[in-house]
């Protein structure tokens, strides 16, 4: 069992009807369900916990990451509303092991540039046609169970370059039918914990009601839960 916590901005849905006609109970309860319960129906039995923007600590409080195993962040018009002392603590508990899977525009999100140490700019343009979202590391853990690729009907395309590090490992690589290519599947580690960069997941299209992706988010909350591990010690010894 994974400790699970989604945090969203929750604002499209709220002032957008072409957003709340996709989303109607905000993303955060969509993934929330994908990673409840498996195409074949068996539940996780993950726990799960939704957080948002406009909550007290944007519902990111001192408690709520210390339980956390894995936190998803899906952000995108108010990046800079997040609170500055909240980073910090998002910071500190990934480098102490919390996973992180960062989605879609989440990429400007101060937790994501602070850990990356980027500026994390990408091109991007709304409606970039179909994508082919390309396995491109098929022995990796998120990759479990997924045919060779993965075809989105209509998505937001973003495009090289994309002003990040070098991943630890690349899993997905985009093609869209405007001949853009994308990292679209970044692992990294920070400190302790292991961080996943997952591009599909624009608020206007339909991608999380998708079960590939919706698989793809099951196996990156698996493979971003904390280990046991030999205990790290610094500073001076005796």
């Not at 709340?20 to 319960?37: F, K, N």
């Not at 916990?49 to 339980?67: F, I, K, N, Q, Y």
């Not at 914990?193 to 590939?212: D, K, M, Q, S, V």
Request: glycine share 10%; with cysteine; hydrophobic share 35%.
């Amino acid at each position: 069992m994974v400790d699970v916590t989604i945090w969203n901005e929750f604002r499209h849905e709220r002032e957008d009807d072409a957003v709340a006609a996709v989303y109607p109970d905000g993303i955060h309860a969509t993934i929330a369900d994908a990673l409840a319960e498996r195409a074949d129906g068996t539940k996780t039995g993950h726990e799960l916990r939704t957080a948002t923007l406009d909550e007290p600590e944007h519902g990111l409080t001192e408690t709520v990451l210390e339980s956390t195993d894995v936190l998803l962040w899906w952000g995108h018009e108010a990046h800079d509303e997040v609170a500055d002392e909240v980073v910090d603590r998002v910071q500190e508990r990934v480098l102490e092991g919390m996973g992180l899977i960062v989605l879609h525009s989440g990429h400007y999100s101060k937790p994501f540039k602070r850990l990356m140490g980027t500026t994390c700019s990408l091109q991007y343009r709304e409606d970039g046609g179909t994508e082919r979202l390309w396995v491109v590391d098929p022995g990796h853990p998120i990759a479990d169970g997924l045919e060779g690729s993965i075809e989105l009907p209509r998505t937001e395309m973003y495009g090289e370059p994309f002003d990040v590090p070098e991943p630890d490992r690349l899993v997905f690589n985009s093609w869209f039918e405007g001949g853009e290519v994308f990292r679209s599947g970044c692992c990294y580690r920070r400190g302790s914990g292991r961080l996943f960069y997952f591009r599909p997941g624009h608020e206007t299209y339909p991608i999380y009601e998708n079960e590939a992706i919706r698989r793809v988010l099951r196996n990156a909350v698996e493979w971003a839960a904390p280990r046991e591990g030999a205990p790290r010690t610094f500073g001076e010894r005796d």
